[in-house]
């Protein structure tokens, strides 16, 4: 099994989510008190990293005419 540590801060380590169906929702995995679920949707002074899913037929799996 491999890890890796992101924060030995609680307060700060977040995992959230965020889907779009009609605006933006945030969701969180990991419960944080201290941290809102839409934390990284304003500016903030805190390193982070994204993964991002593509879905199926959006926006550039259409062909160019």
Wanted: hydrophobic fraction near 40%.
């Amino acid at each position: 099994m491999r890890a890796i540590e992101l924060d030995i801060n609680p307060e700060w380590a977040t995992f959230i989510t965020y889907r779009h169906a009609g605006g933006l929702q945030a969701s969180k995995l990991v419960s944080n008190s201290q941290q809102p679920a839409t934390r990284y949707l304003f500016t903030d002074n805190r390193d982070f990293f994204a993964v991002y899913r593509r879905v199926p037929g959006r926006p550039f799996d259409v062909p160019f005419s």
